[in-house]
Nanobody, 122 residues
Framework: QVQLAESGGGLVQAGGSLRLSCAAS????????MGWFRQTPGKEREFVAG??????YYADSVKGRFTISRDNAKKTVYLQMNSLNPDDTAVYYC?????????????????WGRGTQVTVSS
């Protein structure tokens, strides 16, 4: 059993930065791909970034602004978010992909955190 817990969300002004953390309890994350997604009311969950080993993958909307990383010893995945804008406002979720493959599809991920709210004011 794996539990994921996001933290680090909050309210920030446009142009600001936040770093989200996703801490795992239970089994190691080392062998799995991990992803960050976000969701706003009335919209589908959207892929943001993913990491498998040292390979990373980003949605076009965040490329160059967001950086995903992981610390396997701490069983934690991070999402550094810079140059935030109001369109980045959402609940952010981390999730585990048991296949180890980087995909954008939420159904490919089996464990999810409860999310952390990010609000960017203009």
């Amino acid at each position: 059993q794996v539990q994921l817990a996001e933290s680090g969300g909050g309210l920030v002004q446009a142009g600001g930065s936040l770093r989200l953390s996703c801490a795992a309890s239970g089994r190691t994350l080392s062998y799995y791909a991990m992803g960050w997604f976000r969701q706003t009311p009335g919209k589908e969950r959207e892929f943001v970034a993913g990491i498998s080993g040292i390979t990373t993958y980003y949605a076009d909307s965040v490329k160059g602004r967001f950086t995903i990383s992981r610390d396997n010893a701490k069983k934690t995945v991070y999402l550094q978010m810079n140059s935030l804008n109001p369109d980045d406002t959402a609940v952010y979720y981390c999730a585990r992909n048991p296949s180890g493959t980087l995909t954008r599809v939420p159904k490919d991920y089996d464990y999810w955190g409860r999310g952390t709210q990010v609000t960017v004011s203009s």
